[in-house]
């Protein structure tokens, strides 16, 4: 090869930076396009499934065997903030699945639908009827697995219908709303008054908006969210993989969920602000909600990075409850709140475990 003379120098320096300048631009463009496009495609579930029941507020999802095994069947019951999918993420983060390989046949999963303005006058006693609803077409008898709000949610049903519950799971949880408290805690009891959550109901037109539900999340951790979410994006930008990741959530954490708003009102007021579910003076269809009937076997998963809920909150619930101690089981799992139940650690490390004691403590 001949040396390059020096007048071919400002073209080869004109060349490279051209050629770098495209390669900036196009680097550039899937970065915003990660971080700002706003993705129409809907949260998928993961593991083939089918709807074999559904109500007004809700979805029932049929995974594994059919109805006529004669396995109890799991239950897993999401939160109503963000799509009921995070329960069977992806292929390989998957609570569906893990608990299926793990011995369990009969999986469903409830799929909370977003409120509508037609919805706003439901309450929380409605909700609860809706799973109830869900528990005796399934035969009248289920294991419960309760993820975040679907945790509390369940444990109520756990305790107003300890018949109906064989087993179970507390996972990221809050029970105890005012101990070892974190942000979303201290916000709502001391912060905000019952005036700003009812303005926010009133601006959805009767129903809380899933958009500020997640701005409200994301104001917790305002640095992570806004700023080190993006530079880690720009960071990985030119890997498939991760933008592949990072897609995927944000599809799912942008799918807005709408709650009605008096259901959400009285959340707000009668757990967060007054902690009533520990207190002993929270009420169902006006029967006062005694946790102490809770006496089957009971798994409490916490999250060791977990901001939402903290470990305390759950835990707390141990001190209620009547299931013997040898059959309150605790798993504390090395992920943040959603993490508890769809990262790949806490579903390699934890929830194993936790499908093989549902099945020898039923047996």
Known sequence: MQPMSWMELPFKWMNDTMRWNIE?????????????????????????????FELPALRLRQFGADSSCDEIPTVIVAPQVNHSSICDYSTDQSLVSTLMDHGLKRVYAVEWKSATLARSKETLDDALDYVLQCIDELGGKVRLVGLCQGGWMSLILAAVAPEKVES????????DFHADPGPVNIMARYIYPMAFYKWLVMMGGGVMRGEL?????????????????????????????????????DVW????????????????????????LVKGTFTYRDQTVDLSRVNMPTHLLTGARDHITKAGQLLAAADHIS??????????????????????K????VWPTVAQRIIEDGA
């Open 24 to 52: 900036q631009m196009e680097r550039n463009a899937r970065y915003w396009d990660a971080a700002l496009v706003r993705y129409t495609a809907k949260p998928s579930w993961a593991t083939d499934n089918q709807v074999v």
């Open 213 to 249: 539900i997640s701005r409200g999340f994301d104001s917790m951790r305002p640095f992570e969210r806004y700023v080190l979410k993006y530079l880690d994006l720009y960071a990985n930008v030119d890997n498939e993989e991760y933008l592949k990741r990072f897609k995927r959530l």
């Open 253 to 276: 954490y942008g799918i807005p969920q709408n709650i009605p708003g008096l259901a959400y009102l009285r959340i707000v007021r009668e757990l967060f602000k007054e902690n009533r």
């Open 346 to 349: 806490a579903l390699k490390g």
């Open 168 to 175: 179970l799971v507390l996972a990221a949880a809050p029970v």
């Open 323 to 344: 299931t013997p101690s040898e059959k309150c089981y605790t798993y504390e799992a090395d992920a943040g709140h959603v993490g508890v139940f769809m990262s790949k």
